[in-house]
Nanobody
């Protein structure tokens, strides 16, 4: 069982930056594929960025060039650095771990709210 806890959300002005973090429990973090998803009011949850245990990275087109996902296996932590934020980035951001083909991600955090507004 893996527990995930996000932090770092908040209110930021358009064009600003924010970093959200996700700490995982247990001692298998280094082998887990990790990801950030987000869900805005009235929208479906969408994949924002993902990183495998080998460091292979995926970004959604909507955040390419603005967001950076990274991981620190020594700290059991995955980060999402968000730059040049736009109002449409407003959402609850969820950390997820351990994706399985056809099944999606097995473990989810509770989410952290990010609001981009002036």
């Amino acid at each position: 069982q893996v527990q995930l806890e996000e932090s770092g959300g908040g209110l930021v002005q358009p064009g600003g930056s924010l970093r959200v973090s996700c700490v995982a429990s247990g001692n298998i973090f280094r082998i887990l594929p990790m990801a950030w998803h987000r869900q805005a009011p009235g929208n479906q949850r969408e994949l924002v960025a993902a990183i495998t245990s080998a460091g292979v990275i995926y970004y959604a087109d909507s955040v390419k060039g603005r967001f950076t996902i990274s991981r620190d296996n020594g700290k059991n932590t995955v980060y999402l650095q968000m730059n040049s934020l736009k109002p449409e980035d407003t959402a609850v951001y969820y950390c997820a771990a351990d994706v399985r083909v056809g099944l999606g991600y097995k473990y989810w955090g509770q989410g952290t709210q990010v609001i981009v507004a002036s």
